[in-house]
């Protein structure tokens, strides 16, 4: 059974830092490469990082580079995103997303994880 499994949210400050985990299982993790995306309230599902397979290669979106790196440990079937500098703006659900390089189009999400940044 495939799960993708999100932990790490919850109320910090702005400013503040959080280190959002991923754990997977059901599939070949290495396979695939791996993203989160995040959701504000009333607004589109975004992405936010991805990584390459091994991890050789990552990209964020331009709102949050410098702030947040995203990493993964395929011996641990884990990918993460640190975040830091934290903003109100970055209140969301976070998700992560798992892309198959061997199927197109064969693509899991996790269930998603509250983060909010708020005084």
């Known amino acids: 059974q495939v799960q993708l499994v999100e932990s790490g949210g919850g109320l910090v400050q702005p400013g503040g830092s959080l280190r959002l985990s991923c754990a997977a299982s059901g599939f070949t993790f290495s396979s695939y490469a791996m993203s989160w995306y995040r959701q504000a309230a009333g607004k589109e599902r975004e992405l936010v990082a991805a990584?390459?397979?091994?991890?050789?290669?990552?990209n964020s979106a331009d709102s949050v580079k410098g702030r947040f790196t995203i990493s993964r440990d395929n011996a641990k079937n884990t990918v993460y995103l640190q975040m830091n500098s934290l903003k109100p703006e970055d209140t969301a659900v976070y998700y992560c997303?798992?892309?198959?390089?061997?199927?197109?189009?064969?693509?899991?999400w996790g269930r998603g994880t509250q983060v909010t940044v708020s005084s």
């Open positions: 990584i390459t397979t091994a991890g050789g290669l990552t």
């Open positions: 997303k798992a892309a198959s390089t061997r199927v197109p189009g064969r693509n899991y």
